[in-house]
């Protein structure tokens, strides 16, 4: 168990909706990031953040949003689903010091399935 | 980012060595090299990471070329449970996103 949790473990849900993953980071660590995998496109990050404020975004959709919030916890929005946003999604945290490089720590994941 | 190229899949046995190499050509002088594994069903996790120095720690040992443009991922006795695919990743200082190749599906005969 790495201490990071993930909410819900699957969502099925249909094009064009929106859904909201969550998650909640180890004790301490104040960054989260969150990644996709897909068959096709493997895991991908997509945006980092750090105490509240976004710090780094990679191959992040524009339907897709994220925030996190005082008490640390995160959440992912997708929104107008498409079938190839099928994928699963994974929040990892880590605890962020200045000249270290700290491991990240990865929840379970949701698995997302859009019909 | 720098990438980094591994074999696609391995083979070992129960209670043998294991060692998974990591070709890393084009790699910087301020990135590091760092090795997370995902077993099935679940997420990656943390292996081990260097910079120039050989490493060791509880769960491998990684070794690194004096060049520093390969390295090599030790499990000194495979087991069942260490069957996953593992990436080898180059993650420049500052920078705190992975970047994730394709990995080496390693599988482990009983």
């Known amino acids: 168990d790495s201490g990071v949790t993930q909410t819900p473990k699957h969502l099925i849900t249909a094009t064009g909706q929106r859904v909201t993953l969550r998650c909640s980071p180890r004790?301490?660590?104040?960054?989260v990031y969150w990644y996709q995998q897909s068959l096709d496109q493997g895991l991908q990050f997509l945006i980092q953040?750090?105490?509240?404020?976004?710090?780094a975004k990679g191959n992040i959709l524009e339907r897709f949003s994220a925030q996190q919030f005082p008490d640390l916890h995160s959440e992912l929005n997708l929104s107008s689903l498409e079938l190839g946003d099928s994928a699963l999604y994974f929040c990892?945290?880590?605890?962020?010091?200045?000249?270290?490089?700290?491991?990240?720590?990865f929840g379970p994941g949701t698995r997302l399935t859009v019909l | 980012d720098a990438k980094t190229t591994q074999p696609n899949s391995m083979e070992s046995n129960e209670e043998e060595p294991v060692h998974l190499p990591c070709n890393h050509s084009?790699?910087?002088?301020?990135?590091?090299i760092h090795w997370y594994r995902q077993l099935p069903s679940q997420g990656p996790e943390y292996v081990i990471h260097?910079?120039?120095s050989n490493v060791n720690n509880r769960m491998a040992s990684l070794a690194i070329a004096e060049d520093r443009k390969s390295s090599t991922l030790i499990l000194h006795r495979a087991t069942l449970r260490d069957a996953a695919v593992y990436y080898c990743?180059?993650?420049?200082?500052?920078?705190?996103?992975?970047?994730f190749g394709q990995g080496t599906r390693l599988t482990i005969n009983p």
């Open positions: 990892a945290s880590s605890v962020e010091t200045s000249g270290s490089y700290n491991e990240q720590f």
């Open positions: 004790s301490g660590d104040l960054s």
């Open positions: 953040y750090y105490n509240g404020e976004e710090r």
């Open positions: 084009t790699i910087s002088g301020t990135d590091y």
């Open positions: 260097g910079l120039t």
């Open positions: 990743i180059l993650r420049d200082r500052g920078a705190q996103k992975l970047v």
